[in-house]
């Protein structure tokens, strides 16, 4: 078992930046491969990076490559998605999330997700 917290969520301008960070309890958090997704208003969550064990192997949807890295600390428990270059189509409530393989991109292959929170870019 593990639960997910999300922070670092909030109000940016366009162009800005914002590190988000999960907390993961449990001894076994470095076991997880993880992924952030993000799901805007009326739309489906969608999958915005992936992480693996190690922190070896990253992925990353082509909306935010090259914007957005994914980062995790296991001795921390802690993954982190630092969002540069923000744009107003990038707000969206974002959720971390667990897996126990890799390589895994939709919702239906995680096990365990955080609450979310909120990421808004004001133009």
């Known amino acids: 078992q593990v639960q997910l917290v999300e922070s670092g969520g909030g109000l940016v301008q366009d162009g800005g930046s914002l590190r988000l960070s999960c907390a993961a309890s449990?001894?076994?958090?470095?076991?997880?491969?993880m992924g952030w997704f993000r799901q805007a208003p009326g739309k489906e969550r969608e999958f915005v990076a992936a992480?693996?064990?190690?922190?070896?192997?990253?992925y990353y949807a082509n909306a935010v490559k090259g914007r957005f890295t994914i980062s995790r600390d296991n001795a921390k428990n802690t993954v982190y998605l630092q969002m540069n270059s923000l744009k107003p189509e990038d707000t969206a409530v974002y959720y971390c999330?667990?897996?126990?393989?890799?390589?895994?991109?939709?919702?239906?292959?995680?096990?365990?997700w955080g609450q979310g929170t909120q990421v808004t870019v004001s133009s």
């Open positions: 449990g001894r076994t958090f470095s076991r997880y491969a």
């Open positions: 992480i693996n064990w190690s922190g070896g192997s990253t």
């Open positions: 999330a667990a897996t126990n393989a890799w390589f895994r991109t939709h919702t239906s292959q995680y096990d365990y």
